[in-house]
């Protein structure tokens, strides 16, 4: 992942400087699949877990927690 001053700076040398890709590619030391991303300013994808986060097991202790939560009658 690139930082935003990277992307701020592959952005000027393409619109300002007129540089091509392939030369910032190799000047920046980024993948032409990078320097495509920045220069069509495309937001940078969030984390996302692949699969679910599973639930703690309580096991013997269920019942305990259960009791604890409910609603005393006094």
């Known amino acids: ?3 935003v001053e990277d992307r701020e700076s592959i952005r000027r040398a393409y619109y300002l400087d007129h540089k091509s890709k392939r030369q910032i590619a190799h000047e920046q030391g980024h993948s032409r699949k990078t320097i495509d991303k920045a220069v069509d300013n495309l937001p940078p ?11 703690p097991i309580f096991g013997p202790f269920q019942a305990r927690a259960d009791e604890l939560l409910r609603p005393s009658a006094t």
Not at 45 to 55: I, L, M
């Open 1 to 3: 992942m690139i930082t």
């Open 45 to 55: 994808r969030p984390y996302q877990r692949s699969t679910a986060k599973p639930a």
